[in-house]
DNA sequence: CAGCTTGTAATTATAATACTTACAAGGTTC
DNA sequence: GAACCTTGTAAGTATTATAATTACAAGCTG
């Protein structure tokens, strides 16, 4: 797991703050990272149909209020793994354990990603902009 | 996430077969790595007192019955990370959004990894056994 | 046009993961 | 006890994943 993620959600609750166009040099500044990484995240962003942006133009826009927005909707926006448990590669299919288990392992761990996806669909972009301020105050 | 919790429960469902000892050489063959690998595994199964070995005498046993034994004891005993879902490390104090991000999304984080965990629990080796058996029939 | 922006490809560092070698400690067999 | 197994670990190497950086085309604005 790469941390993609939590920079998604970092711009997305600067971007939900309205203090103007952000460029994605001012927006690296708050992240920590590179630039072009951030312009990388807020791609995918994009093509996620959550923010609009235009070539040429500084800052990007929210394309739904951030309650419309679930920290689901930004987990699977940048691509993150299907399964975050990885199961082995290689197991002997000669043997009736090595044959199976991907099989069994990828069922099990299915079942506990969707549980924790299930949490993220429960919290909203808005609820993450409460927190920060409730933090800040 | 390395792939040592997969082998970890690869290794305990062959022990669980309960057919004779086996090596770590034999277990390798059919999880697919190293000898090493399976050995190292076994060292923190055994630390968490999941399984019991001896140096020098071939093969492992396991230390109580696989229906006591969830998935979610073998998740902690490889020394998973706290949280699967990674805070970027370098945000800006000096910003409103930077100097709280890493706070919140621990927490909502650690919720949705609590919802993960909890699902773990719910499964058994002894349950992976009968899955195991009827993929293999 | 000059100077900014975003979008993206390509390259280089860096860190995480996996593999392998090596060997000590200990058991078993003859 | 000697030869030959085993497990337990440390240490080094290779491979891969991640992040940072460079470079530049495409496009807006004054």
């Not at 962003?45 to 909707?73: C, F, S, Y």
């Amino acid at each position: 797991m790469n941390s993609e993620y939590s920079i998604a959600v970092h711009i997305l609750s600067l971007l939900n703050r309205g203090d103007g166009p952000h460029s994605s040099e001012y927006i690296a500044g708050s992240v920590g990272v590179n630039p072009v990484v951030v312009r990388s995240v807020t791609g995918r962003l994009r093509r996620a149909g959550l923010l609009h942006t235009q070539r040429g133009v500084t800052g990007a826009t929210l394309t739904r209020r951030a309650d419309q927005i679930t920290l689901l909707d930004v987990y699977r926006a940048v691509d993150a793994p299907q399964s975050m448990l990885k199961v082995h590669q290689k197991p002997n299919p000669n043997c009736p354990v090595g044959a199976n288990i991907q099989c069994v392992l990828d069922d099990v761990f299915s079942q506990a990603q969707a549980a924790l996806e299930s949490r993220l669909e429960q919290v909203t972009l808005a609820e993450i902009t409460s927190a920060l301020h409730e933090k800040a105050s």
